[in-house]
Each structure stands twice: as structure tokens, then as C-alpha cells.
């Protein structure tokens, strides 16, 4: 069965849907330039007695800083973007988290090699764009990704409609959906998360 995250969570109600939806885990966004957007205290708030997996999604922050924002947050997870990412993926394994490493899939192919990510953290092949660190909303060619032979999850443009044929396609570990279960940037949809869970676990 597929592991599912939803990510970019921003209210109680989309946690609630995740949870009761069957995911496996969920991101929680302290990069200020996103529009999911959470600040370290409504992270550690929406976090509180979460049955599931919970990531943080953080963009060019240093090892430390990424560690101790996990701390705080009570996060189980780093999801790990911009400089020095794999670095933070690097430490975080070994401070006892769980670790997922973004690959930015272009037109051509990834922008970063599989085997530059730790073994012990999972790679995540979303789609690049510039400017942003995924939740673009935009699918990329399945075709253009080598598979890593590795566990793995597929991101980027995922969404209830087309997440089977995603699964059917490349066979991930996982999936991982945030933008395209929105009703506007920031505010999932309760229903479209349901949606996708169920789609994504009957793969």
C-alpha cells in the first residue's frame, strides 16, 4: 500500500482530514516565502498529539537551525530544501529524525543525483520551478525520471485525478500532494484530501 504525506498544513481542520483520511504523514511549511507559510508556534500547535508522521519543511536553513526548529515543533521529520539540504539530511539522520531529500525534476531530468542523498533518507522527486521549493501545482514528465532503485517519493502536481496513474506509472514508495488539494493557496480542502488518500491507497 502507498505512503501517503499531505503537506502544507495550516489549520486544525486539514490536519483533522489528514489523520482521519489514513495518511501516513503530514509537512508543516516554516519557509516564510511559501504560501502555507506556518510559524514555529501554530507548527508546534497543529503538531500537538498527532497520531502520524510530522515533518517540518524548511528551505536554506543550517543543520542546527533545522534541528532545534524540529525540537521545538515536536516534529518527527525534516524536509529539507535550498542550500545546504543535504546537509541538513545528513544531521538530521543522525540526530534521530526522519529525513526527506527534495530532487528537482526538470525538463531533462533531476537536478540532483540519488546517490549524492543519504541512504537513510528518503529522495522526493518534485518539479522544478524557478524560485520555488515545490506545491507548484504543475506535474512533471514521469518519463524524464530514471528510476532510483531505492524507495522513493512521487510529488509535484499530484493530485485525486491523476495520483493512480502517477503510482501505476513510476511505483513509489510514496506520494506526496499539497497544492492541487487547495481551494485557494494555503487553504486545503478537507475533501480533496479524503480523495487523495483514498486514491492513493487503493494503488
Known amino acids: 500500500m502507498t505512503w501517503v504525506k499531505i503537506c502544507g498544513m495550516t ?22 516565502e511559501s504560501p502555507r507559510f506556518v510559524t514555529l508556534g501554530r507548527a508546534r500547535e497543529l503538531a500537538e498529539d498527532v497520531p502520524i508522521a510530522t515533518f517540518i519543511i524548511t528551505v536554506d536553513l543550517e543543520p542546527g537551525e533545522a534541528i532545534e526548529a ?15 539540504s543535504l546537509d541538513v539530511a545528513a544531521e538530521a539522520i543522525e540526530a534521530g529524525y526522519l529525513s526527506i531529500a527534495p530532487i528537482p525534476v526538470g525538463r531533462t531530468g533531476p537536478l540532483i543525483e540519488v546517490s549524492e542523498i543519504p541512504e537513510s533518507s528518503l529522495p522526493l522527486f518534485d518539479s522544478a520551478s524557478d524560485g520555488r521549493h515545490g506545491g507548484t501545482g504543475v506535474a512533471f514528465d514521469w518519463g524524464a525520471m ?8 512521487l510529488a509535484g502536481g ?17 506520494v506526496d500532494a ?26
Do not use: C, W, Y
Not at 499539497?178 to 494503488?203: C, T, W
Open 70 to 84: 524540529a525540537e521545538f515543533v515536536g516534529a518527527t521529520g525534516i524536509q529539507a530544501h535550498g542550500e545546504g
Open 178 to 203: 499539497s497544492s492541487r488539494l487547495e481551494v485557494e493557496p494555503g487553504v486545503k480542502d478537507p475533501s480533496r484530501i479524503a480523495d487523495f488518500i483514498r486514491e492513493a491507497k487503493l494503488s
Open 11 to 32: 489549520s486544525r481542520e486539514a490536519v483533522k482530514a489528514t489523520v482521519e483520511g489514513g495518511a501516513d504523514a503530514m509537512g508543516l511549511v516554516i519557509a516564510r
Open 158 to 174: 499530484l493530485g485525486p485525478d491523476n495520483v493512480r496513474e502517477a503510482i501505476d506509472a513510476v511505483h513509489p514508495f510514496g
Open 146 to 153: 530514471p528510476l532510483p532503485g531505492r524507495p522513493f517519493i
